[in-house]
């Protein structure tokens, strides 16, 4: 039937994530420094503008007192063109909820690693109470979406920190439209049916009036644990329970690609390229750019990349490796240990192929601001992505975009959403297979001007037809319409 469009109002969302696009760090009583937060869905949903947006997320700092709790409220308010609201949350919460629920069992296991091995009785028994402090994290997001909340506004609630969500609002308000969208991957109901809590969030999900994916795989597997773990119907349109129908489908995220390009004339990035063309001179430059995370592959990439050199004994003083990894999630143990091991591959590397004038590997321990960030981007010869797991990875859109004049070669992994999209510019990899890295590596260097080209322009006509805006407006006004046919249906 006819599609109906809203976007022409300026419709009222209200975006609940865990993150707020700015965390608060404390300096002092009451006083408190903001600082942009990183990863795919703050990037994503900071390119959405045409939605009147409220963004209502975790404050990222512990404020037991009211007028403190008020006082943060206010600077966040006035902070951004997004309007921020915060959720408290306490720090026991946070733990049990963030480090715990979230971090150490949802996200592995979404990301095939699986459930905590070690200490398996005490991962057992905590998991309860950790499931539990979710629960009590979600009603409290709950709260303060119902305390902002309008007749009329869509109410878009995102990832793994929020699956109960969709159901503690729907139990306040029926009437409210509720979507939820999944940056992560879904798994194969197989791995997701480990999960004690496998049903009730399963259940929950299904109270939302659509749910989202980044690739048709992700959707296909929710579906499957849907009908398998739940014995519910799944229908083209999404998973049928007692009459009501919650959509299911993709909605590839993109970038602000417009954002990166026009970035790349700002005297400030064209200052950073200079000097990083000078720093180095007369070598290829690679690039990887992640959160410090074991989903990223970076172990992998730093092998892969010493396999290359070995091989490669003539390219040892041509070749530099970028690795920029901003420490994230760092009160969760595998976090920590994934630290110390990079460093000690990263400096085993180094004191084996360096010399007293250069070294093979930089690696930095932080987050490089936009205008860094763009400089890196244009002025390198390839970009590594080795995630072995990725809902989508945004960091090799934002390479693409800012390669319009260098068409330097993607290197990403098979196991990225973005593999589905931007598959047929980059050299798809196994992450898992360092010999292929290292192979490829070696072909990326290599390649002939006419190749690279033709791959980047490939890639980048996507980059800039997919973009964030497409995405956020597309989902929400499928939402819509889904909602306006689930009223005419009842009236049927
Ligand atoms: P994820 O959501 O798992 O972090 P993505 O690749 O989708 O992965 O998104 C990462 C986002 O965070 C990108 O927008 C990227 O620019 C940003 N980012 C990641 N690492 C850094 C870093 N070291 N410095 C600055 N920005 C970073
Ligand atoms: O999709 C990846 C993701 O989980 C996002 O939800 C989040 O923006 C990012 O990782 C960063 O993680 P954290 O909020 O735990 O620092």
């Given at each position: 039937g006819e599609r109906l469009d809203f976007?022409?109002?300026?419709?009222?969302?209200?975006?609940?994530?865990?993150?707020?696009?700015?965390?608060?760090?404390?300096?002092?009583?009451?006083?408190?420094?903001?600082?942009?937060?990183?990863?795919?869905?703050?990037?994503?949903?900071?390119?959405?503008?045409?939605?009147?947006?409220?963004?209502?997320?975790?404050?990222?700092?512990?404020?037991?007192?009211?007028?403190?709790?008020?006082?943060?409220?206010?600077?966040?308010?006035?902070?951004l063109m997004q309007r921020c609201i915060p959720v408290f949350l306490d720090e026991e919460v946070v733990h049990q909820y963030y480090n715990g629920y979230c971090n150490n069992i949802l996200w592995p296991l979404f990301h095939y690693i699986g459930l905590p091995q070690e200490d398996r009785l005490a991962t057992t028994r905590s998991f309860q109470s950790q499931f539990d402090a979710y629960k009590k994290a979600n009603q409290l997001f709950a709260d303060v979406v119902n305390e902002h909340y309008e007749e009329g506004d869509v109410v878009w609630c995102h990832d793994y920190h929020l699956m109960f969500l969709p159901k503690c609002l729907k139990e306040r308000n029926s009437k409210m439209k509720v979507g939820w969208f999944l940056h992560t991957p879904f798994p194969s109901s197989e791995i997701h049916r480990m999960l004690p809590s496998r049903l009730e969030l399963l259940r929950s999900v299904l109270a939302a009036?659509?749910?989202?994916?980044?690739?048709?795989?992700?959707?296909?597997?929710?579906?499957?644990?849907?009908?398998?773990?739940?014995?519910?119907?799944?229908?083209?349109?999404?998973?049928?329970?007692?009459?009501?129908?919650?959509?299911?489908?993709?909605?590839?995220?993109?970038?602000?690609?417009?954002?990166?390009?026009k970035a790349l004339e700002l005297p400030e990035v064209q200052d950073h390229m200079k000097v990083l063309k000078q720093r180095f001179a007369g070598r290829k430059v690679m690039l990887g750019v992640d959160r410090l995370d074991m989903i990223k592959g970076i172990p992998q990439k730093i092998l892969a990349f010493e396999k290359f050199l070995e091989e490669n004994p003539n390219w040892c003083n041509k070749v530099v490796l970028l690795q920029i990894a901003v420490p994230t999630r760092t009160d969760v143990p595998e976090y920590?240990?994934?630290?110390?091991?990079?460093?000690?591959?990263?400096?085993?590397?180094?004191?084996?192929?360096?010399?007293?004038?250069?070294?093979?590997?930089?690696?930095?321990?932080?987050?490089?601001?936009?205008h860094e960030l763009c400089a890196l981007y244009a002025v390198t010869d390839v970009a590594l992505v080795t995630s072995l797991r990725d809902g989508m990875n945004?960091?090799?859109?934002?390479?693409?975009?800012?390669?319009?004049?260098?068409?330097?070669?993607?290197?990403?992994?098979?196991?990225?959403?973005?593999?589905?999209?931007?598959?047929?510019?980059?050299?798809?990899?196994?992450?898992?297979?360092?010999?292929?890295?290292?192979?490829?590596?070696?072909?990326?260097?290599?390649?002939?001007?006419?190749?690279?080209?033709?791959?980047?322009?490939?890639?980048?006509?996507?980059?800039?037809?997919?973009?964030?805006?497409?995405?956020?407006?597309?989902?929400?006004?499928?939402?819509?319409?889904?909602?306006?046919e689930a009223q005419l249906r009842t009236r049927q």
């Open positions: 976007r022409a109002s300026k419709q009222r969302l209200l975006v609940v994530a865990n993150r707020l696009p700015v965390s608060a760090v404390r300096h002092g009583e009451d006083s408190w420094q903001l600082e942009m937060s990183v990863g795919g869905l703050v990037t994503a949903l900071l390119g959405v503008k045409e939605f009147d947006t409220r963004w209502i997320g975790w404050a990222g700092v512990n404020v037991p007192d009211e007028i403190g709790q008020k006082a943060l409220a206010k600077a966040l308010d006035e902070k009036d659509l749910v989202g994916f980044h690739t048709y795989d992700y959707a296909r597997h929710f579906v499957s644990a849907c009908t398998r773990i739940l014995g519910l119907e799944g229908t083209p349109e999404g998973v049928e329970d007692q009459g009501k129908l919650t959509r299911i489908a993709a909605f590839p995220v993109g970038i602000d690609s417009e954002r990166f390009i920590q240990k994934l630290t110390s091991q990079v460093h000690e591959i990263v400096g085993r590397i180094n004191g084996r192929f360096g010399s007293l004038t250069a070294v093979p590997i930089h690696h930095l321990d932080r987050s490089l601001d936009f945004l960091v090799s859109y934002e390479y693409v975009a800012c390669q319009e004049s260098k068409k330097g070669v993607l290197i990403l992994s098979e196991f990225a959403g973005a593999a589905q999209s931007l598959g047929a510019g980059a050299i798809l990899v196994n992450p898992w297979n360092v010999t292929e890295v290292a192979s490829s590596i070696g072909y990326a260097l290599n390649m002939p001007a006419d190749e690279r080209e033709k791959r980047h322009h490939h890639n980048f006509k996507h980059v800039i037809s997919h973009t964030a805006q497409e995405w956020a407006a597309t989902f929400v006004s499928e939402l819509n319409v889904t909602i306006v």
